[in-house]
T-cell receptor, first 115, second 118 residues
Framework: GAGVSQTPSNKVTEKGKYVELRCDPI?????LYWYRQSLGQGPEFLIY????????DSGLPNDRFFAVRPEGSVSTLKIQRTERGDSAVYLC?????????????FGPGTRLTVL | AQSVAQPEDQVNVAEGNPLTVKCTYS??????LFWYVQYPNRGLQFLLK??????LVKGSYGFEAEFNKSQTSFHLKKPSALVSDSALYFC????????????????FGKGTKLSVKP
């Protein structure tokens, strides 16, 4: 079956611009997560959704970052006024349920480069 | 605070030899522990997890991991390494909070690059 998909695979933008990153989770998965992975580091948690609502957004670095999941499936991570420090690979993951013993299934990521 | 440590940036082994990738953790309660592998330009792939029960967990591609509560470790192992095992390996933990329930997100180590030479 289809896994988690993310678009675009690569995004190059200029400092100060607005970007949207999209995630399509595995069909039927209720939990969706966003992580950010910088070079040489492990993924760092940003936000996760249980259904349509953000269950935990404590990892978002500041108010320039926002994410939505209006219909409980596809999610969009939005970054306003991008900065060079936002350059990273943004990973999306989904799982059948949130938390507990349930493993997360990751997409290939979106590589964001802010010039 | 919860954390995961992978003390080795890189592990080099010869094909056919056993391999170990180390992981230690620190959580406030009992942990759920995971190993993931990342190949170049690809997402993380789930290998195995420890929930409860037997301390030796078997996973995909012949990998296994041993949970050691007293040493707070969860080392990844494979009896005979393959060149195709060369990749980046991440250990992760999800904390089980007192009173039940758990946070949704995983906390990852910084990763260990495994290089298997023919």
């Amino acid at each position: 079956g289809a896994g988690v998909s993310q678009t675009p695979s690569n995004k190059v933008t200029e400092k100060g611009k607005y970007v949207e990153l999209r995630c399509d989770p595995i069909s039927g998965h209720t939990a969706l997560y966003w992580y950010r992975q910088s070079l040489g580091q492990g993924p760092e948690f940003l936000i996760y959704f249980q259904g349509t609502g953000a269950a935990d957004d404590s990892g978002l670095p500041n108010d320039r970052f926002f994410a939505v999941r209006p219909e409980g499936s596809v999610s969009t991570l939005k970054i306003q006024r991008t900065e060079r420090g936002d350059s990273a690979v943004y990973l999306c993951a989904s799982s059948g349920k949130a938390g507990g013993p349930h493993e997360q299934f990751f997409g290939p990521g979106t590589r964001l480069t802010v010039l | 605070a919860q954390s995961v440590a992978q003390p080795e940036d890189q592990v080099n082994v010869a094909e056919g030899n056993p391999l170990t990738v180390k992981c230690t953790y620190s959580v406030s309660g009992n942990p759920y522990l995971f190993w993931y592998v990342q190949y170049p330009n690809r997402g993380l792939q789930f290998l195995l997890k420890y929930i409860t029960g037997d301390n030796l967990v078997k996973g995909s591609y012949g990998f296994e991991a041993e949970f050691n509560k007293s040493q707070t470790s969860f080392h990844l192992k494979k009896p005979s390494a393959l060149v195709s095992d060369s990749a980046l390996y991440f250990c992760a933990v999800r904390d089980i909070r007192m009173g039940g329930g758990s946070q949704g997100n995983l906390i990852f180590g910084k990763g260990t690059k495994l290089s298997v030479k023919p």
